[in-house]
């Protein structure tokens, strides 16, 4: 289980990458989706996510180590290069990195 909080309102989810079932946020760009990972038991013990959402709840700013997001920008990059072509799941239209089987539109519109 990849357990995760929201960049945007701090909830707990499943899932980095996914929707967030609280306000609906899905990280869409790759500086996003960095920092989507890195908010995740990837990089973090649940309870120091939980402290984390806190703070994002209260409005405070979180800070990311930016040699790792780097790192993660880098990777997509490379994987959106390869990406060329890779088609929805649900759709058909081009997907936004070759890690998505959905496209933007439908990422946000899927029920979870």
Same mark, same amino acid.
């Given at each position: 289980m990849t357990f995760a909080v929201c960049m945007r309102c701090g909830a707990k989810k499943f899932g980095a990458l996914n929707l967030c079932k609280q306000c609906g946020y899905s990280p869409d760009t790759n500086a996003d989706r960095a920092q989507s990972i890195l908010l995740s038991d990837h990089h973090h013990t649940q309870a120091e996510l939980v402290k984390l959402? %806190? &703070?994002?709840? &209260?409005?405070? *700013? $979180?800070?990311?180590?930016? @040699?790792? $997001? @780097? *790192?993660?920008?880098? +990777? #997509? @990059?490379? #994987?959106? %290069? @390869? +990406?060329n072509g890779l088609e929805c799941a649900l759709c058909g239209e081009e997907v936004d990195s070759p890690g998505d089987y959905l496209c933007g539109v439908c990422r946000r519109t899927r029920v979870q």
């Open positions: 959402g %806190e &703070a994002i709840r &209260a409005g405070r *700013k $979180v800070h990311f180590d930016q @040699e790792s $997001v @780097e *790192k993660y920008l880098r +990777a #997509m @990059e490379i #994987m959106d %290069e @390869e +990406a």
